[in-house]
């Protein structure tokens, strides 16, 4: 499914894509193409691509290709998701210590819908940091453990 997605393959197109997307949420899926759940969260980002194609813009990019932002956001863990609006980082309370990614694939579409429709309007309204609408039984956990530099 990720055929479908556009791929960002340098920092240099990561970059420029954080700062050419504007009034609309910024989805970055930092992956590998040929994990397993990797598959599974294109398949869902690439079904609702169209639906939220007024609200979002979603770009696939490979861990491996830009190893710059992979440090940056601490992906330890593959899919991790992150968002941006307008150039600006949008982190999400999901209820575990970390707001700056989404880890894991999304239970449903749904799931991924209502996150998108809810950091676009606390987006909208200036907001940094918004409430996760997706059930907490549907968020992954993982023991993520932060080095530091």
């Not at 990720?2 to 910024?26: G, Y």
């Not at 440090?71 to 707001?99: A, C, E, L, W």
Request: aromatic letters at 12%.
């Amino acid at each position: 499914m990720s055929l479908f997605l556009p791929k960002l393959s340098c920092k240099k197109h990561v970059d420029d894509v954080i700062k050419a997307v504007a009034e609309k949420v910024l989805v970055l899926r930092f992956g590998r193409d040929e994990d397993s759940v990797c598959m599974q969260l294109d398949e869902i980002l690439s079904k609702t691509s169209h639906d939220l194609s007024n609200m979002t813009s979603i770009y696939l990019v490979d861990v491996d290709k830009v190893p710059v932002y992979t440090r940056y956001f601490d992906i330890s863990y593959i899919p991790s998701t992150v968002f941006f609006f307008n150039g600006q980082h949008m982190k999400v309370d999901y209820g575990s210590p970390d707001h700056t990614k989404f880890v894991g694939c999304f239970k449903t579409k749904q799931d991924f819908i209502d996150l998108i429709e809810v950091i676009f309007r606390g987006a909208m309204r200036g907001k940094l940091i918004v409430r996760s609408p997706i059930d907490p039984q549907n968020i992954p956990k993982y023991d993520l453990l932060y080095h530091g530099i």
